[in-house]
């Protein structure tokens, strides 16, 4: 099936650093979203962003959603341990179709 | 329930064995969707239900897989003559309706392994 294209697939930081990651798709999205994945949970979302151009911030998270609809990216400022976790990129056409999904991105952080 | 709620959280099964799946999703959430994590991979879209409609089917990989919503709430998922490729994590989400902005929570997924 359709999946989006996101990298980095893995990130070993050093705590306090700032951490950048982004997803393309060769169609366009309506709606772009940012999820992070523990081990052994489901997704949860992180940011939402519903219009080409947004920027979108939730604490030290900052997203944006690609002018051409196509793209998106998610940094993460001064990283904590606690941020470490898969994060996953997901793109929707319209409210009644599915989310698509990137293959995640691994983010370690090292204390 | 607060949140979503899949059973079992694990389960292995021998190659060729049918199992089943279940997700309880938050109360009144008219929409309900299965995805598909393998190990490494993002989220594979295999089903989902919205309302009385007829469910969007296109992401189920054979006709091994099938799926049932009864009286719009628990959801089954069951896969046929399970294979060693058909192990993964299946994750059930559920949304308040389909309106572009309402957010999908998933629940923490059954992690089926088929030996």
Redesign the interface.
């Known amino acids: 099936?359709q999946?989006?294209n996101?990298s980095p697939q893995s990130m070993f930081i050093q705590e306090g650093e700032d951490v950048s990651m982004n997803c393309t798709s060769s169609s366009i999205f309506?709606?772009w979203l940012w999820y992070k994945q523990d081990p052994?949970?489901?997704?949860?979302?992180l940011i939402?962003l519903?219009k080409a151009g947004e920027l979108t911030s939730n604490g030290r998270l900052t997203a944006q959603f690609g002018i051409t609809r196509k793209d998106s990216f998610l940094n993460i400022s001064a990283s904590i341990p606690s941020d470490v976790g898969i994060y996953?990129c997901?793109g929707?056409l319209?409210?009644?179709t599915?989310?698509?999904?990137?293959?995640?991105t691994r983010l370690s952080v090292i204390a | 329930g607060a949140g979503v709620s899949q059973s079992p959280s694990n389960k292995v099964t021998e190659k060729g064995k049918d199992v089943e799946l279940r997700c309880d999703p938050i109360s009144g959430h008219t929409a309900l969707y299965w995805y598909r994590q393998s190990l490494g991979q993002g989220l594979e879209f295999l089903i989902y239900f919205q309302g009385n409609s007829a469910p969007d089917k296109s992401g189920l990989p054979s006709d091994r897989f099938s799926a049932e919503r009864t009286g719009g709430s628990v959801s089954t998922l069951t896969i046929q003559r399970t294979q060693q490729e058909d192990s993964a994590v299946y994750l059930c989400a559920s949304r308040r309706d389909l309106a572009v902005n309402t957010e999908a929570f998933f629940g923490q997924g059954t992690r089926l392994t088929v030996v």
Do not use: M, R
């Not at chain 1, 599915?98 to 995640?104: D, Q």
């Open positions: 099936g999946q989006l996101q309506n709606t052994g949970e489901g997704p949860v979302l939402a519903y996953f997901a929707q319209h409210g009644n599915p989310l698509v999904f990137g293959k995640g």
